[in-house]
């Protein structure tokens, strides 16, 4: 019988996920509506904020709402084709691209994070992807930093850093220019591989988190090289690549010395 | 001259209809939408997907439903019909008899309740006969206007809708209502039906269960459909892993009286395998047809993909008929293949390629208006004045005219938008009304909110605790209003909200309902009404978002609507006021290219009152169809030709520039600047809107078949030329199709060609019935009523022979004749025809100049180089840029009548903006917080529209708030969001997530 699925099994004392979807206005959202309209029945988890397309959700929110505390989140725009605004749910795919290289940098399982494609007459398929969210988030478990514990805190520095990555300039032009790329033609008219592309990407992704995490944990109090690889789990080797060329850049300057080590802080900072 | 009345009636509210109105009412007209069934949509809202880019039919009609349902100068009348019409052209008076719906439009809500304890069942004629709905319904979820109707053919009357309606909407005593509507043009698209298989018994429809029509596949295969988007047959509900369309059910088919090809069912089933496949992979989809007629832009391409990429197989095969194995419910098609062997398969479902026909009330339609139908049954119209019917002041639109897909459709629509308005444009403005609105309340900086939580009957208050929701809000922050009503959209609670802004001084409202996509508007203009900046308003969905969607667990259904309350108040708190900003057009529009398409257009808006400057940048006017010398019954092209250029040079309100091109166009919608340059003087002129119409030419297929080697040897337009001017006296000609068309890097089809070839062999004929003319073709793709001079040719003695591309025909020199092998695809035998003289049927290309002018006027080109409008289905003469169109060749090869409709609506889209007083901006739009731009370029690069540009000067980045569509890809790409989207501002978005997250 349509609409008449069987009643969740979301007992009290289950762990109930707590899901923030960000929903495009033309498609998803009418998917959405067309779900309630067709009285299908899914878990009460999801917290639903529109959006007027899938390409204009910022990569940060999706991490803010994991570092608020977010269980899952859901990014949802039109399928490939049929985007109100001409392309932009590709867009949405390549900052989904960078955010999910992003998470493999910290400590959450990738899987917390989803883009999926709903049409506006897909409420069915609406149903189908909350439904399906919500279990596998409850196979998951709740998002660890909810425990405010050492973990927790670990994470919430990762998140943090993973933010300050998505903010910065590389990572936007990189998905700025990405379509012109591998798509358009370079400045030298030539067409990037996927692999090729992915490849450049990977690296970049790495570079702007450690060196996010670097800059962070520099803001107020300067730190040494050994600081910094303890308090974020990299080599020395790899922080002080990082940090050199964080100095180049003047985006953190020498301030003062911790026995041999020289310490670093923001440019600007303390 | 008579009276005219600045009003029109459109007859039909399919794609076409509401394009029209659309049209009409953007460009200062009032609209009479008549619609004999309940809702608006027509066939294309109950289409899946459509060709050849597989958009979801629902997300692309949506917006132009819910655009038309709200126009204020769009009246719609639904469950309608016509009883008379009096008057004549600028003063028509059109009975409209308004039959009983049992339910009152003014009082419903589109709750449902009523349709959810209505105990009858009757078959849905939207879900074409695969479903049922209730005596008491809407066609489909989305219905425009959302009011219920009783069937009264099939209620019993139990009084249950009554009861359980708590608008009071439900009248079982309502009458029919008679309504005379004064207009001034009248515009008939009442769209088509589609042939019903039952009387070609052959097939089996409706005596075997899995043999259904292609519409009914179209639901199947929607994912809102009977089967929830499973694709499942109707005998026992098993995946058929084999499906069969049969192509051609009710066209090219005299027997049935249908000798017409309905244009449109090669592509959609090749659009039905695709989507099967991608349903359930390993589904074999096989497509029996006669001709493979993919004739439309991107077609051809669409084809080759199903073919290449998907593995649909098609077989060449007039199907005779279907036999069912009574155990299995299977289907049986005995076929013969390519080698010409007799094969038998076995088929889970068989879909039914029906063609487009007439509607019943066709009829009744043309004798009521006054107007003739053709032999089909269809309007008749002229070749040179596609839009108009055979009496004045009455205009055609859609598939009422022909068999058409939905870009045609919607092309003609707006054309005919143009028509209808043109002979009355000195009527503009008179009769549409314009709202007038109190002066906006001065609000202080301290927001305070009003959250008004509905009920919706028991729809929402039946699950959540609607009560308690509207305590939580009291306890939120800047709430100083709260209560909750059974009906927040009913008229009284309408006011009751107008009261409470002013009795607490409200500055912000939230209403927690149903979907902001189709109420924010009527809320946001109640606020409006009592002074408050509409954009101070939120919309969150407690119906479709929760109770809906949650009934089996009402307390935590609660719980969300209070998260989702507290979210709306964290977003309305930071909402700013919002004015939108206006430009002044230019009364003046420029068209490039002085053709049939550029002439059409710049007569169509000479007619409304606006200046038109046609450049052309040869010495004179006529385009292509300076060549062309013989139609067949559809006049003479060059006296044709002639009448209109005479039109074009004695129109004062047009001014034409020959030997002119484009230099360079700054500004945009509205106030566009070009430089033409003639000769030596560059000239700057002054436009609100651009046409881009400049055609495209024939290939001269140097090297292939010995032509440019051998002055016997000739293209259709050549031979065309050589017919008018000499004759023809031989005895043999070949013609070969598909020159240039179809092949490895130039895969499209050039549309014409067929007709052309056809039409010329018919000259020949006529001049010399002895002439043996053949004609070597791969699919004959005489689309539509053109079918009809295929016929004629067959009859006359043409000889068609098939070729296919791995054998292709080879003409060469015996001594001094030519001599020409063709190896016949259907009896596999080579032929050797010796002719006097080889046509070659060349494609249609673009001109080389495209992608120059392209990056003057920043507009993107196809692959093929022809220009890429902004939607494939829905904008078919809109470029993405605001304020560019385009028609005619230069969009794809096509017909003259075809070019015409578009030019039309090329003009009417341009009038649509021209013709108002002020052209007003998007209110969500971006904003540039100018102190940190750093000026890196990003947002201009990733912007779809050219509306974000980093001003050379200051290095800051700049809005251009008229070219703004407010989508937020500048705002993300940022590395500072120094652009933001209004309304959705970084800080309002992590409040609300941060809201989403807290404890309830």
Same mark, same amino acid.
């Given at each position: 019988m349509e609409g008449e699925k069987p009643p969740m099994d979301?007992?009290?004392?289950?762990?109930?996920?707590?899901?923030?979807?960000?929903?495009?206005?033309?498609?998803?959202?009418?998917?959405?509506?067309?779900?309630?309209?067709?009285?299908?029945?899914?878990?009460?988890?999801?917290?639903?904020?529109?959006?007027?397309?899938?390409?204009?959700?910022?990569?940060?929110?999706?991490?803010?709402?994991?570092?608020?505390?977010?269980?899952?989140?859901?990014?949802?725009?039109?399928?490939?084709?049929?985007?109100?605004?001409?392309?932009?749910?590709?867009?949405?795919?390549?900052?989904?691209?960078?955010?999910?290289?992003?998470?493999?940098?910290?400590?959450?399982?990738?899987?917390?994070?989803?883009?999926?494609? +709903?049409?506006?007459?897909?409420?069915?398929?609406?149903?189908?992807?909350?439904?399906?969210?919500?279990?596998?988030?409850?196979?998951?478990?709740?998002?660890?930093?909810?425990?405010?514990?050492?973990?927790?805190?670990?994470?919430?520095?990762?998140?943090?850093?993973?933010?300050?990555?998505?903010?910065?300039?590389?990572?936007?032009?990189?998905?700025?220019?990405?379509?012109?790329?591998?798509?358009?033609?370079?400045?030298?008219?030539?067409?990037?591989?996927?692999?090729?592309?992915?490849?450049?990407?990977?690296?970049?992704?790495?570079?702007?988190?450690?060196?996010?995490?670097?800059?962070?944990?520099?803001?107020?109090?300067?730190?040494? /090289?050994?600081?910094?690889?303890?308090?974020?789990?990299?080599?020395?080797?790899? +922080?002080?690549?990082?940090?050199?060329?964080?100095?180049?850049?003047?985006?953190?300057?020498?301030?003062?010395?911790?026995?041999?080590?020289?310490?670093?802080?923001?440019?600007?900072?303390? | 001259m008579g009276k005219k009345v600045g009003a029109v009636m459109v007859l039909g509210a399919g794609i076409s209809g509401m394009q029209t109105s659309l049209d009409l009412a953007e460009s200062g007209f009032k609209v009479y939408l008549v619609e004999k069934k309940s809702s608006i949509g027509g066939v294309m809202a109950s289409l899946d997907k459509t060709f050849p880019t597989n958009d979801c039919a629902m997300c692309t009609i949506a917006p132009t439903l819910v655009g038309t349902g709200r126009h204020h100068n769009i009246e719609i009348l639904t469950v309608s019909d016509i009883e008379k019409v009096e008057g004549e052209a600028g003063d028509f008076s059109v009975t409209v008899i308004k039959h009983p719906r049992y339910i009152d439009e003014e009082k419903c809500t589109g709750c449902g309740l009523c349709s959810q304890y209505c105990p009858i069942e009757a078959i849905s004629e939207f879900e074409r006969g695969v479903s049922l709905r209730n005596a008491t319904f809407v066609p489909f979820p989305q219905?425009?206007?959302?009011?219920?109707?009783?069937?009264?053919?099939?209620?019993?009357?139990?009084?249950?809708?009554?009861?359980?309606?708590?608008?009071?909407?439900?009248?079982?005593?309502?009458?029919?209502?008679?309504? /005379?509507?004064?207009?001034?043009?009248? /515009?008939?698209?009442?769209?088509?039906?589609?042939?019903?298989?039952?009387?070609?018994?052959?097939?089996?429809?409706?005596?075997?269960?899995? +043999?259904?029509?292609?519409?009914?596949?179209?639901?199947?295969?929607?994912?809102?459909?009977?089967?929830?988007?499973? +694709?499942?047959?109707?005998?026992?509900?098993?995946?058929?892993?084999?499906?069969?369309?049969?192509?051609?059910?009710?066209?090219?088919?005299?027997?049935?009286?249908?000798?017409?090809?309905?244009?449109?069912?090669?592509?959609? &089933?090749?659009?039905?395998?695709?989507? &099967?496949?991608?349903?359930?992979?390993?589904?074999?989809?096989?497509?029996?047809?006669?001709?493979?007629?993919?004739?439309?832009?991107?077609?051809?391409?669409?084809?080759?993909?199903?073919?290449?990429?998907?593995?649909?197989?098609?077989?060449?095969?007039?199907i005779p008929h279907i036999e069912e194995i009574p155990e299995t419910k299977d289907l049986k098609i005995i076929y013969r293949d390519e080698k010409g062997e007799q094969k038998e398969e076995i088929f889970n479902l068989v879909v039914l390629s029906v063609g487009m026909e007439p509607s019943e009330d066709f009829k009744e339609i043309a004798d009521k208006f006054g107007i003739e139908l053709n032999e089909y049954g269809f309007c008749d119209t002229n070749y040179f004045s596609p839009l108009k019917t055979s009496r004045p002041g009455v205009f055609v639109g859609g598939s009422f005219s022909s068999p058409k897909d939905i870009p045609d459709a919607v092309a003609q629509a707006s054309g005919v938008a143009s028509k209808a308005s043109g002979s009355i444009s000195s009527e503009r403005n008179s009769l549409v009304t314009v709202k007038e609105y109190p002066e906006e309340i001065k609000i202080g900086d301290e927001p305070r909110i009003g959250v008004f939580c509905c009920h919706c009957g028991i729809n929402i208050g039946g699950i959540v605790d609607v009560p308690a929701v509207t305590e939580f809000a009291k306890t939120l922050p800047n709430v100083v209003h709260t209560e909750h009503n059974l009906y927040t959209c009913s008229q009284d609670t309408q006011d009751k909200i107008k009261d409470a802004i002013k009795e607490h001084n409200l500055n912000r409202v939230i209403v927690a309902s149903c979907t902001p996509r189709t109420h924010e508007p009527l809320f946001q203009n109640t606020i409006r009404e009592a002074g408050l900046n509409p954009y101070l308003f939120d919309l969150t969905s407690t119906r479709e978002h929760v109770s809906w969607v949650h009934k089996n667990d009402p307390k935590k259904a609660t719980e969300k609507a209070k998260h989702m309350v507290a979210m709306a108040v964290e977003k309305v708190r930071r909402n700013k006021l919002v004015h939108r900003s206006s430009v002044e057009s230019e009364k003046a529009a420029l068209i490039i290219g002085g053709g049939i398409a550029g002439m059409t257009a710049a007569l169509d808006l000479a007619d409304q009152g606006f200046l038109a400057y046609i450049i052309e940048k040869e010495n004179v006017l006529g385009g292509n169809l300076r060549n062309i010398y013989h139609l067949l019954s559809e006049g003479d092209p060059q006296k044709e030709l002639a009448a209109f250029i005479e039109k074009v040079e004695k129109n004062p309100n047009i001014e034409v520039f020959i030997n002119a091109t484009l230099e360079s166009l700054s500004g945009y919608i509205g106030n566009f600047i070009a430089k033409v340059k003639q000769g030596d003087e560059c000239k700057e002129l002054k436009a609100g809107a651009i046409i881009v119409a400049t055609g495209a030419k024939e290939f001269k297929p140097v090297g292939q078949y010995l032509y440019g080697q051998d002055p016997r040897v000739m293209t259709q337009l050549e031979f065309d030329k050589k017919l008018h001017d000499e004759g023809f006296s031989g005895k043999n000609i070949v013609m070969i199709q598909c020159v240039g068309s179809r092949e490895k890097g130039r895969e499209y089809c050039s549309r014409i060609c067929c007709t052309e070839a056809i039409k010329n062999a018919l000259v020949v004929k006529e001049l010399n019935p002895d002439a043996n003319v053949y004609v070597l073709y791969r699919d004959i793709r005489t689309y539509g009523f053109r079918e009809k001079i295929y016929r004629e040719a067959r009859e006359k003695g043409v000889l068609f022979l098939r070729y296919t591309t791995d054998k292709k025909p080879l003409v060469d020199k015996d001594g001094d004749d030519l001599k020409v092998t063709v190896h016949n695809a259907n009896i596999k035998k080579d032929i050797v025809i010796r002719p006097d003289v080889v046509v070659l049927s060349a494609a249609t290309v673009p001109y080389e100049e495209n992608g120059e002018l392209g990056q003057v006027i920043k507009v993107p080109l196809t692959a093929q180089s022809f220009f890429l409008e902004a939607h494939m289905k829905i904008k078919p003469v809109d470029f993405a840029t605001a304020g560019i169109f385009l028609c005619g060749t230069c969009h794809s090869p096509k017909f003259i009548d075809e070019t015409i409709s578009q030019a039309s609506g090329a003009a009417s889209r341009a009038t649509t903006l021209m013709s108002k007083k002020e052209l007003f901006t998007e209110g969500v739009s971006a904003v540039v917080d100018e102190v940190r731009c750093a000026g890196c370029g990003l947002c201009e690069e990733n912007c779809a529209y050219d509306a974000i540009k980093v001003d050379e000067e200051t290095g800051i980045a700049e809005v251009n708030e008229v070219l703004c569509m407010g989508c937020g890809a500048c705002s993300c790409i940022c590395p500072s969001n120094v652009p933001y989207l209004r309304q959705f501002e970084p800080k309002q978005l992590i409040a609300m997530v941060d809201k989403a997250l807290e404890a309830a």
């Open positions: 979301e007992n009290s004392l289950e762990f109930k996920p707590k899901i923030v979807g960000f929903l495009c206005n033309w498609c998803s959202y009418a998917g959405a509506d067309l779900a309630g309209v067709s009285r299908l029945q899914m878990p009460t988890t999801l917290r639903v904020i529109r959006v007027m397309c899938s390409g204009s959700l910022d990569p940060k929110f999706p991490l803010s709402a994991l570092k608020s505390g977010a269980d899952g989140v859901l990014i949802m725009g039109c399928h490939p084709g049929d985007c109100h605004y001409i392309s932009g749910n590709y867009e949405a795919q390549r900052k989904y691209n960078i955010l999910k290289k992003l998470l493999k940098f910290i400590d959450l399982e990738n899987e917390r994070l989803q883009l999926e494609w +709903v049409s506006a007459s897909e409420g069915a398929r609406f149903q189908q992807v909350v439904s399906d969210f919500t279990s596998k988030i409850k196979k998951i478990g709740p998002n660890p930093i909810q425990k405010k514990d050492e973990k927790a805190k670990k994470i919430i520095g990762q998140l943090d850093a993973a933010i300050h990555a998505t903010e910065g300039f590389r990572l936007r032009s990189l998905v700025g220019r990405e379509k012109k790329i591998m798509e358009l033609g370079n400045a030298y008219g030539e067409i990037l591989s996927r692999e090729e592309m992915e490849k450049i990407e990977d690296e970049i992704i790495e570079d702007e988190f450690i060196r996010s995490n670097i800059v962070l944990r520099v803001e107020r109090v300067p730190k040494t /090289v050994e600081d910094i690889a303890l308090a974020t789990g990299f080599s020395t080797e790899t +922080v002080f690549k990082h940090v050199a060329r964080l100095w180049k850049k003047q985006i953190i300057l020498p301030h003062g010395y911790k026995k041999l080590s020289p310490m670093y802080i923001k440019a600007g900072g303390a | 219905a425009v206007p959302l009011v219920y109707r009783i069937d009264r053919t099939k209620c019993i009357g139990c009084g249950l809708c009554e009861q359980y309606c708590k608008a009071n909407a439900v009248n079982y005593s309502d009458e029919e209502e008679k309504k /005379v509507l004064n207009v001034g043009s009248i /515009v008939l698209s009442p769209g088509f039906e589609t042939f019903d298989p039952s009387v070609k018994s052959e097939y089996g429809y409706g005596r075997f269960s899995n +043999v259904v029509t292609s519409i009914q596949f179209e639901r199947i295969l929607s994912a809102s459909g009977p089967y929830a988007g499973h +694709v499942l047959r109707p005998s026992d509900g098993k995946h058929p892993m084999k499906i069969a369309w049969i192509q051609c059910v009710g066209s090219r088919d005299e027997q049935v009286g249908k000798g017409y090809c309905s244009a449109v069912c090669c592509t959609y &089933a090749t659009k039905e395998a695709i989507i &099967a496949k991608e349903h359930t992979a390993g589904t074999d989809c096989t497509i029996f047809y006669m001709d493979m007629r993919t004739y439309g832009k991107g077609f051809e391409e669409y084809y080759n993909i199903a073919k290449d990429e998907y593995g649909v197989n098609y077989i060449k095969c007039r």
